[in-house]
């Protein structure tokens, strides 16, 4: 693991930011690109891209914040490092739906015509600040000793957990590589015929499943957290599962 990516003149640049910047300049280039297809201005990209940029920088850090409050009741000042990793995904990714639905919807522009846009951006998003988590050692698995299960140093957040001692499953590792799957699937389905709203509900509902199922398998410092994370991902799976079939219906 290395938390801090680069060391020069002084100056550290740890890993978590380092991939969460890659992540909104690849995820805000694939948009670009493919609003053009969509007759979508890019001064409207622009525009929208700070808003979720802020969006998932706020709701990120604070459902983390309310989730591990006893990592900054002793330090309030730590809340915005953002830089030093603790993020929520769907803490970003409710906070960045409800910056883009406030955008979307002054400018008066179909929002899951944009969504369907955004959809493969985000896994893809996913893919690189995944690699950030697993550099900083956090987001990490519960014990295991399968063979690809991680030893990791104690100089990061899992090895000074109090399961620290055992090999760990990688699940950043795992969730990385799901996105970027997820996000070859979506941009295959935005490319070809579909109805407006698909490509995103297909994203909701693959996500929350997939999410759903690795939490089994990830660490939880507190259980409550586990449920809650539960209950969102069904949550999320099933309004893209209504989404689909609404848009379906439609169809026919």
Same mark, same amino acid.
């Given at each position: 693991? @290395?938390?801090?990516? &680069?060391?020069?003149? =002084?100056?550290?640049?740890?890993? $978590?930011?380092?991939?969460?910047?890659?992540? *909104?300049?690849?995820?805000?280039? $694939?948009?670009?690109?493919?609003?053009?297809?969509?007759?979508?201005?890019? +001064?409207?990209?622009?525009?929208?891209?700070? !808003?979720?940029?802020? %969006?998932? &920088?706020?709701?990120?850090?604070?459902? !983390?914040?309310?989730?591990?409050?006893?990592?900054?009741?002793? #330090?309030?000042?730590?809340?915005?490092?953002?830089?030093?990793?603790?993020?929520?995904?769907?803490?970003? *990714?409710?906070?960045? +739906?409800?910056?883009?639905?406030? $955008?979307?919807?002054?400018?008066?522009?179909?929002?899951? @015509? +944009?969504? #369907?846009? &955004?959809?493969?951006? +985000?896994?893809?998003?996913?893919? *690189?600040?995944?690699?950030?988590?697993?550099?900083? %050692?956090?987001?990490?698995?519960?014990?295991?000793?399968?063979?690809?299960? &991680?030893?990791?140093?104690?100089?990061?957040?899992?090895?000074?957990?109090?399961?620290?001692?055992?090999?760990?499953?990688?699940?950043?590792?795992?969730?990385?590589?799901?996105?970027?799957?997820? *996000?070859?699937?979506?941009?295959?389905?935005?490319?070809?015929?579909?109805?407006?709203?698909?490509?995103?509900?297909? $994203?909701?509902?693959?996500?929350?499943?997939?999410?759903? =199922?690795?939490?089994?398998?990830?660490?939880?410092? #507190?259980?409550?957290?586990?449920?809650?994370?539960?209950?969102?991902?069904?949550?999320?799976?099933?309004?893209?599962?209504?989404?689909?079939?609404?848009?379906?219906?439609?169809?026919?």
């Amino acid at each position: 693991m @290395k938390p801090i990516l &680069i060391e020069f003149g =002084g100056i550290a640049l740890p890993s $978590y930011g380092v991939m969460l910047v890659v992540s *909104f300049i690849c995820a805000i280039l $694939y948009v670009r690109n493919a609003a053009k297809k969509f007759n979508i201005s890019l +001064i409207t990209i622009e525009n929208l891209a700070f !808003y979720l940029m802020v %969006g998932v &920088i706020v709701g990120g850090r604070i459902l !983390y914040v309310i989730f591990h409050w006893h990592q900054y009741e002793n #330090d309030l000042l730590g809340i915005i490092r953002i830089w030093e990793g603790g993020m929520m995904f769907f803490g970003g *990714f409710l906070g960045a +739906i409800l910056a883009g639905f406030i $955008y979307l919807r002054k400018e008066k522009i179909s929002v899951l @015509k +944009i969504a #369907d846009i &955004i959809a493969p951006a +985000i896994a893809l998003g996913e893919f *690189f600040t995944r690699i950030g988590c697993f550099l900083n %050692g956090c987001c990490f698995g519960t014990p295991s000793t399968l063979p690809w299960a &991680i030893e990791f140093p104690p100089h990061c957040v899992a090895g000074s957990s109090s399961v620290s001692q055992f090999s760990l499953h990688p699940t950043q590792i795992f969730s990385s590589l799901f996105g970027l799957a997820l *996000f070859f699937f979506l941009n295959r389905k935005l490319k070809r015929p579909h109805n407006t709203g698909e490509v995103f509900a297909f $994203y909701l509902m693959f996500s929350g499943i997939f999410r759903f =199922g690795i939490d089994f398998i990830r660490y939880y410092e #507190d259980p409550a957290n586990f449920w809650i994370n539960q209950v969102i991902t069904v949550a999320v799976a099933c309004v893209g599962l209504f989404l689909y079939r609404k848009i379906s219906q439609k169809k026919h």
